[in-house]
């Protein structure tokens, strides 16, 4: 049997779905594409900008409108991949709190989904790609040759947050953090358009009872 070649990975915020899709990638010589960024990045687009994350119209119209580009990391400071708007590396500000707060909100609107979404699916039509998201399997890619559904408790994911953020100096409340995941479990899941769901066909694991080398090693089998 062929190696798989459109790989997608979805599940809840933090379930461990970054640190899977860069191995895996890395194993099989893929494209490692996080698509949470593009979200992020027109986020914080917006708070830049002064531009009030509630205002569809206005949103939508920056996420029709600025290139984003999703690149190799440049740099071995913990980043996954380089964020790139213009000529500016966003990469980090991508991961602020206030991205944090405010990003499930914009993943809500269908104009930005219908933009990004298409981005993402030229992109994993070229095969050879590590795709994580919330609707890579079920909207985005759903011709995806395997399909992995990360799951994990909000408690567990929000203590790998927490950690995170400490690990690189920053100061966080575990509790906000908690109350955050779950906040965005709810809008992620709730949304009329691409909901976070499992797809018919994933096959689901459960990162509360496998570590990371677990996961990656059941997943590493069924590539094979
Ligand atoms: O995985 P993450 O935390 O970086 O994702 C950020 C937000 O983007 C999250 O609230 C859900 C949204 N998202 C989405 O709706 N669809 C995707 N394919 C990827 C992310």
Redesign the pocket.
């Known amino acids: 049997m062929p190696k798989p070649s459109i790989i997608a990975i979805d599940g809840p ?2 379930s461990g ?2 640190t899977l899709g860069h191995r895996l990638a890395d194993a099989l010589g893929y494209l490692f594409f ?7 990045a027109v986020t914080y687009i917006a708070i830049r900008g002064g531009v009030d994350v509630n205002d569809e119209a206005a949103v939508t119209a920056i996420a029709n409108e600025v290139l984003i580009d999703v690149r190799p990391p440049s740099k071995a400071d913990g980043r996954a991949c380089d964020v790139i708007v213009g000529l500016t590396d966003i990469t980090w500000e991508t991961r602020r709190l206030a991205v ?1 707060a405010n ?2 909100v914009v ?1 809500t609107y269908k104009g930005v ?1 219908a933009a990004l979404a298409s981005q ?1 699916r030229r992109i994993g039509l070229r095969g050879r790609v590590v795709m ?5 399997g079920t909207v ?1 890619l759903p011709e995806a040759d395997l399909k992995i559904y990360l799951d994990a408790s909000a408690e567990q994911r929000a203590r790998r947050r927490y950690d995170e953020i400490i690990a690189r100096g920053e100061e966080a409340s575990f509790d906000e953090i908690l109350a955050g995941v779950r906040m ?1 479990d709810e ?2 899941s709730a949304r009329a358009f ?1 909901p ?1 769901k499992i797809a018919e066909d994933a096959i689901v694991l459960d990162s509360d009872s496998l570590n990371a080398d677990e996961v990656f090693l059941r997943v590493e089998v069924l590539c094979r």
Do not use: E, F
């Open positions: 915020a933090a779905k970054s996080d698509t949470g960024v593009m979200y992020r944090d990003v499930s993943s989904r993402q994580v998201g919330r609707d890579i985005v965005r809008i992620d691409s976070l």
